[in-house]
């Protein structure tokens, strides 16, 4: 079938309404696929995620969600404006908007369509160096039809804008006592400031296109990128009680001609109720429109006298030599190795990976203080440790951004790497020592403000300060192991680069070490810093294993249980012990019970959730709570042997008058009454010996033999314990690891540990 | 010395290179022949450990060269065959970066990149971001990179595939001097003009198996005539040809 409509050129809403699907498509799959991971022919299904239908859901609950959040948030802003730009006492719920009102709300739509704007622009397109007009011009489309279709297809096509107009519109119309026909007046009045702004956004990503070069429009992306974020703060803050001073002063000083913008128009277009002055705006609008397309197309075409693509874009490369030759021979005052010159130079000229790790997470860190409710932001700089967390938390977020993605700044670079007589993981870990020392910038000035502005600076402020200040280098070595999983450097699409389990997982880490700032107890504080520490290096050790298969995933081995599973889950039983405690026993006093079910909850949070992670990834060697050999009667000997050496040592501590002090030392451990028999007989052994025997040990045992692993497992769950235990908790802990080695489940080393606990309580209430 | 033991590579089901064994010796120019698809750079990317064997190994200089790869790499130069480089780096600085991360100190790491650069013609572009290079600039920046720190055994995949004909004259004839030098040199191709040119011994790779090995004139001997290598290569690349009596070398 050769029609003959099929040898002219393709006409304007054909081609729009093509475009149009296009964009569509790749927006839905840029969402949906994110959580699909492609499959190779025969993949095992070893992808972090296989398929999911559920994201598509989440796409449809959330957009009206947000849609909904938005349109509060405007009409909160509406009701600031009418509070600064109207007399005082002025009640305005009528249907007619004051002139300044309705300029106000002009302004309002006006930052809130530049941000959108911005948000688009800066969202992606312009870094990248392909350019789909390049190839759409290649297509039988005549060059107007293909701008206009353009246009067209980026004002419906448009998720920021919808996001940002379609709500402040529906809000005006509220207020202009619309009711059931808030959601079409929303929609057709946003359509008209839509078109202009796919009208800029073309205008400009065409323009700069053909003027700079690759390298000058990823800079300037980087700078639009921080600009949009500012707007959109701004644009917010409007809408928030008690933030928008200083937007409203703005808006109360706009010029009156505002009215006659598109902005002022829609406003007044929407709020009038008289048909024939309505009509006349509505037409003045459309006319107002109408006229900036053409022009704007006008300009385009103009733009594109030349063609597509800007000639010689590598000839004008050259002009741009600076002092380049000369850099190599200067001496250096810091001993910095191949790599870390390599980044700190991509660092100086990429801007947008230098807004990425450093200059985004401040905006976002401080944005989110500045507008957010919490009292942070007043608050850090009386109280040392707010003030800690937050430095924290700012340079492990840039950390995320940074360190976490060492092996995706290498990307499809990656393969340089493989060709040099040094192991992947030196590069590594040359990069994060420097990050590890760059993200400690922001902290160090934060508190060194802190110090200037303190009432008093003592202890706890150095405490403080010291856990954040040494946890940055940690959790720079945990980002950059952590990333070795969670990225992926070969992908194309910048979203699909990381994978988002780890990079929460990263986050709830991070999370985990903000307790390590904020508890009185510096043993618990200490006790913190070294499991972070031994996390990262038990972490690293598994990267390590990674390392060979970076360009194969498919023939990495699949995951096993290793040590520093048993850390994170230490960790998080550490906290979710605590976070327990506080919510039951809030401000009464500590009851055995309370104390057995924080424990219990602790623990069976951290069971549930080590077990839900290992089901989920396919993990081999899931430690067994029942084997085909219990052993039950050698933990039991097992446990009664360590048991006689706890009493003995009760004994000798006695003897030397010591229990009192001790004992007194921890008095939680004695005064729980009846319930220390659950806690110690069936609670205590189900967890710990999970994590510290089926976790940390077996983790250990990979790589390690039998008595090293027993002796490292053991110090470690020796140290977690009150200090005046420690020796015999020890001593249980590698008989319980010897039998978890002969048994291979965990029934007789938790056997151990409960008749361990019987005869230590046992001769504690009956023979002291 | 370059030693395939029964490597092999497989994608789930489908086997990309089946139970290879091979032996270059010191000093060969072996040319990796085969069509599109048919496991070249699949071999080439398993003796840089970029890969991992399924089954087998390969080893270079009698190491492994996945579990010994760092060790491999001291001495092994490698060109992929579409050589992609950092964003903005320049070609210079590009070269200096791989020649200190091959040991060198900065100064003599930056005194040999200006060498290499001279020596490949790529001086007026050395202060231009490398991303930005012509697909024979990359090439050659690539060459570059592969050749900066002297190795005994270059790794060339593809090494004159999409350059003009000028760019590729200089490339063989850089080749050539190499092996000249004792350099041992394994390179895949599809362009038969260029095996025959360079190489002094050949394989042939068809649907993951080696088809068959040997010089240039073993192998027009094999298919008993005396025919152009192009012949030689489509009579055994042909559909249903079974590998009988394959790797004699």
Redesign the interface.
């Known amino acids: 079938m050769n029609a003959p409509a099929r040898t002219g050129a393709v006409p304007l809403w054909r081609s729009t309404s093509l475009l149009i699907r296009l964009r569509l498509r790749r927006l839905v799959n840029l969402f949906v696929a994110g959580s699909q991971g492609k499959k190779?022919?025969?993949?095992?299904t070893r992808t972090g995620n296989p398929g999911k239908k559920s994201s598509k859901v989440v796409l449809f609950l959330v957009w009206p969600l947000m849609l909904f959040s938005f349109g509060a948030i405007t009409a909160n802003s509406v009701m600031n404006l009418h509070g600064a730009l109207d007399p005082p006492g002025s009640f305005w719920i009528t249907v007619e908007f004051s002139p300044a009102l309705t300029i106000g709300i002009a302004f309002l739509l006006f930052i809130l369509w530049m941000a959108s704007l911005l948000i688009t622009i800066g969202s992606g397109e312009l870094a990248k160096?392909e350019w789909d007009l390049e190839w759409l011009i290649t297509l039988p489309v005549r060059s107007d039809t293909l701008l206009w279709a353009r246009i067209a297809e980026r004002s419906i096509v448009n998720p920021s804008g919808a996001m940002a107009l379609i709500p402040a519109c529906a809000a005006i119309a509220w207020y202009s006592q619309y009711r059931w026909a808030v959601p079409i007046i929303a929609v057709l009045a946003a359509w008209p400031l839509l078109l202009l702004a796919s009208l800029v956004r073309t205008l400009i990503d065409t323009g700069l296109r053909l003027r700079m070069?690759?390298?000058q429009l990823?800079n300037l992306h980087a700078v639009i990128s921080v600009l949009s974020i500012v707007t959109m703060y701004l644009a917010i803050s409007i809408g928030l009680k008690g933030k928008s001073d200083f937007m409203l002063g703005i808006a109360a000083s706009m010029p009156d001609w505002l009215l006659y913008t598109p902005m002022g128009l829609t406003v007044r277009a929407i709020n009038e109720r008289s048909f024939v002055d309505a009509t006349v705006l509505v037409l003045s609008l459309l006319a107002e429109v109408a006229v900036l397309l053409w022009l704007g197309v006008m300009a385009l075409r103009y733009q594109l006298r030349n063609g597509v693509v800007a000639g010689g874009?590598?000839d004008a490369?050259?002009k741009a030599?600076?002092n380049?030759?000369t850099e190599?021979?200067r001496p250096s005052l810091l001993k910095l190795s191949?790599?870390h010159r390599?980044e700190l130079?991509?660092l100086r000229?990429?801007r947008n990976f230098l807004v990425q790790s450093l200059v985004l997470p401040l905006l976002i860190v401080g944005g989110q203080l500045l507008l957010g409710t919490s009292g942070v932001a007043s608050s850090m700089w009386t109280n040392p440790n707010v003030l800690a967390s937050v430095a924290f938390g700012l340079a492990a977020y840039s950390l995320s951004m940074s360190a976490f993605q060492t092996l995706n700044s290498?990307?499809?670079?990656l393969?340089?790497l493989?060709?040099?007589?040094?192991?992947i993981e030196e590069v590594l870990k040359d990069k994060a020592k420097l990050w590890g020392v760059l993200t400690l910038f922001y902290p160090l000035v934060l508190f060194a403000i802190g110090a200037f502005v303190a009432p008093s600076v003592g202890w706890t402020f150095f405490a403080a300060m010291l856990t954040a200040l040494l946890g940055i280098p940690i959790y720079a070595f945990i980002a950059v192991a952590l990333g070795v999983f969670g990225s992926n450097p070969l992908e194309q699409q910048p979203n699909q680069k990381v994978k988002p389990a780890y990079v929460y997982l990263y986050m709830s880490l991070s999370a985990l070490y903000i307790y390590a700032i904020v508890t009185p107890q510096p043993v618990q504080r200490l006790i913190f810093m070294v499991l972070s520490m031994l996390l990262a290096a038990a972490l690293w050790q598994k990267a390590r294993d990674q390392l060979?298969?970076l360009?194969?995933p498919?023939?990495?081995p699949p995951p096993r249980v290793s040590t520093s599973d048993g850390l994170i889950a230490v960790m998080l039983f550490f906290v979710a012990q605590a976070v327990a405690a506080v919510v039951i026993i809030g401000r009464g006093r500590a009851t055995g019970a309370a104390v057995l079910f924080a424990f219990s909850i602790g623990g069976a949070i951290t069971y549930a959730l080590m077990r839900y992670v290992y089901a989920k990834a396919k993990t081999e060697g899931v430690p067994r709570i029942l084997g085909d050999n219990s052993q039950a009667l050698l933990g039991i000997v097992a446990g009664a042997l360590a048991g006689a050496v706890g009493v003995f040592y009760m004994y000798g501590l006695e003897a030397l008058d010591l229990l009192e002090t001790a004992m007194e030392a921890s008095k939680s451990y004695v005064s729980l009454g009846l319930w220390t028999l659950p806690l110690a007989l069936i609670a205590a052994p189900l967890f710990e010996e999970f994590i510290f025997r089926g976790l940390i040990f077996g983790g250990l045992r990979r790589s390690f033999g039998v008595w090293p692993a027993a002796l490292a497992s053991a110090a470690l769950f020796a140290i977690v314990h009150p200090p005046f235990s420690i020796i015999p908790v020890f001593i249980l802990g590698v008989c319980a690891a010897l039998v978890y080695e002969r048994s291979r489940s965990l029934l007789a080393p938790m056997l151990v540990h409960a008749t361990y606990n019987g005869i230590v309580i046992g001769a504690q209430t009956f023979l002291l | 010395m370059i030693e395939f033991q029964q490597l092999s590579r497989t994608y789930g089901d489908f086997t990309a290179v089946h139970p290879l064994s091979l032996e270059i010796r010191n000093g060969e120019v072996f040319g990796f022949l085969g069509p599109n698809g048919a496991g070249k750079t699949t071999t080439i990317r398993m003796m840089m450990g970029i890969l991992v064997p399924s089954g087998g190994r390969a080893l270079i200089n009698g190491l492994d060269c996945h579990s010994e790869r760092a060790l491999v790499q001291r001495h092994v130069g490698y060109l992929p065959d579409n050589p992609i480089y950092y964003d903005f780096l320049r070609g210079r600085e590009i070269l200096q970066f791989v020649a200190e991360m091959h040991g060198m100190g900065r100064r003599e790491a930056a005194g040999q990149a200006r060498r290499m650069l001279a020596e490949f013609g790529l001086e007026e572009v050395v202060d231009e971001f490398a991303v930005n290079y012509s697909m024979g600039m990359k090439k050659k920046l690539g060459l570059a990179c592969a050749l900066i720190h002297d190795p005994q055994v270059l790794i060339l995949d593809e090494p004159i595939n999409g350059l003009d004909p000028r760019a590729a004259r200089e490339v063989q004839d850089r080749l050539r001097q190499a092996a000249a030098s004792g350099k041992t040199i394994f390179m895949s191709t599809h362009l038969l003009d260029m095996a025959e040119k360079v190489c002094t011994r050949v394989g042939i790779i068809h649907r993951g198996e080696l088809t068959a090995t040997g010089t240039l004139d073993e192998l027009r001997a094999r298919v008993n005539s005396n025919v152009s290598l192009e012949d030689v290569f489509l009579r055994l690349t042909e559909e249903g040809v079974t590998p009988e009596g394959a790797s004699t070398p």
């Open positions: 190779k022919p025969g993949d095992k160096s070069r690759a390298a990823r874009a590598r490369e050259r030599v600076s380049a030759e190599a021979d191949a790599v390599r130079a991509l000229r990429d290498e990307g499809h670079a393969w340089l493989y060709t040099f007589p040094r192991s060979g298969y360009l194969d498919d023939a990495s």
